[in-house]
């Protein structure tokens, strides 16, 4: 599987960090369908595509972002939720700084599962890793419509996850905690900015550096899905707003 590198997001010349960019290893872990292939591709892409395929093994993109103090170069592990990938999931999570844990929130099994990753990262991966619990699909929730929007009757009771029951857990656990819609791209890149904010300096690496296990080496351990071969004009007019 061949690495290609996302659209560039770049600093503003009073930022702070506007020099080489800090490399962190971020992996998306969770269940099948609960749309993490999606949320990847809202970030680093601006787009979204209904009924995408299902990743296999695992994908990987990369994005920067600036913030108040830092640049951030994202280097993202997009894992497969079905359980025959089970097992390669700590080659993707072994040296982390970040992980992005999702759910769906109309498929209550989907948090459990979730639930089980948290515990899995918290036992095996790096003891100071960000993690983020997300709650995917929030355009099904009729209770989380923006001013305007509208859903069919079918949908309108689609959640099952309250999201008091969720950001408890969440708080409980000491995690990060987003719900986020991938399709209308609400709260995507308020994700990525608050866990790129979270993540001490310290533990970053510059750009181009290996140090920290960064990925990479893992790329021939398994077939993946490059997904970045889906956009093919996304260019930089939606620079990520990190």
């Given at each position: ?13 009073n930022n702070a960090s506007a020099g080489k960019p ?5 992996v998306l872990l969770g269940e099948s369908a609960v ?138 656990a000491g995690l990060l905690f987003f719900e986020t ?62």
């Open positions: 599987m061949s690495s290609t590198s996302g659209i560039e997001v770049p600093a503003t010349s800090k490399q962190v290893k971020l749309g993490k292939s999606s949320l990847v591709l809202r970030f680093v892409n601006r787009d979204y595509v209904e009924n995408r395929e299902p990743t296999i093994g695992a994908a990987f993109l990369t994005q920067k972002c600036a913030t108040d103090d830092r640049t951030i170069k994202f280097e993202i592990w997009d894992t497969a939720g079905q359980e025959r990938f089970h097992s390669l999931a700590p080659m993707y999570y072994r040296n982390s700084q970040a992980a992005i844990v999702v759910y769906d929130i109309t498929k209550a099994t989907t948090l459990d599962k979730a639930k089980s990753w948290v515990k899995e990262l918290q036992r095996q991966a790096n003891t100071d890793i960000v993690i983020a619990l997300v709650g995917n699909k929030l355009d099904l929730a009729r209770d989380d419509l923006e001013e305007g929007e509208s859903t069919s009757e079918e949908n309108e009771n689609e959640r099952q996850v309250p999201k008091e029951d969720a950001q408890a857990y969440a708080d409980e819609s991938a399709k209308s791209a609400y709260n995507v890149d308020n994700l990525f900015a608050a866990i790129a904010k979270k993540i001490p300096l310290e533990n970053m690496h510059s750009s181009g550096s290996r140090g920290g296990g960064v990925g990479r080496n893992a790329a021939g351990l398994t077939h993946g899905v490059n997904l970045m071969q889906q956009s093919t004009s996304a260019g930089n007019s939606g620079a990520c707003a990190c």
